[in-house]
């Protein structure tokens, strides 16, 4: 049983293409995250939703557009990719807001080229 | 602005061993500390978290220490495996955001 999910699990690209990553979470969680991890395993916070309401919204470059449907699924859709952009995104999970504990999907390994 | 530091970068341990990593953090307001392993290829995951009340905290071979005054936690795992081979990322937060330390790379011989 899958707790969260993300696909595509790789992603290639070439830059200045348009992207989208889409995480699933059948915890019946509130909350959920997007992170990026990148070269040097370095992880930051990019953004966080309740109940499909953006709560966090890290200094991120406006290509980079979530998107809550409903609060199982958090997609992120990136617009004109960078080189930069590669890196590895986990998206996350956590029952409530404010709940510390979360729980992070398999993440999507993007690579622009 | 790094306001969670972990050491060190990279730990070779043999089978049996214990293994120490360290982390400090700035914000006096975190109230949360976890630690969280990630395998090559997955994604994070918890293993063990303290709260700022308490000094220390055991699961198995894993144990947080806690030193509220010195802002400073560490994990120490006994009895090192070669399963334990992995990254540990230390973490902190005051909310449901979570700033993570730089990592360890923890390798176990056997």
Partial sequence: DTAVSQTPKYLVTQMGNDKSIKCEQNLGHDTMYWYKQDSKKFLKIMFSYNNKELIINETVPNRFSPKSPDKAHLNLHINSLELGDSAVYFCASSQLLGSRTQYFGPGTRLLVL | ?110
């Fill in chain 2, 1 to 110: 602005q790094q306001q969670v530091k972990q050491s060190p970068q990279s730990l070779i341990v043999q089978k049996g061993g214990i293994s120490i990593i360290n982390c400090a953090y700035e914000n006096t307001a975190f109230d949360y500390f976890p630690w969280y392993q990630q395998f090559p290829g997955k994604g994070p995951a918890l293993l063990i978290a303290i709260r700022p009340d308490v000094s220390e905290k055991k699961e198995g071979r894993f144990t947080i220490s806690f030193n509220k005054s010195a802002k400073q936690f560490s994990l120490h795992i006994m009895d090192s495996q070669p399963g334990d081979s992995a990254t540990y990322f230390c973490a902190a937060s005051d909310t449901d955001k979570l700033i993570f330390g730089t990592g360890t790379r923890l390798q176990v011989f056997p």
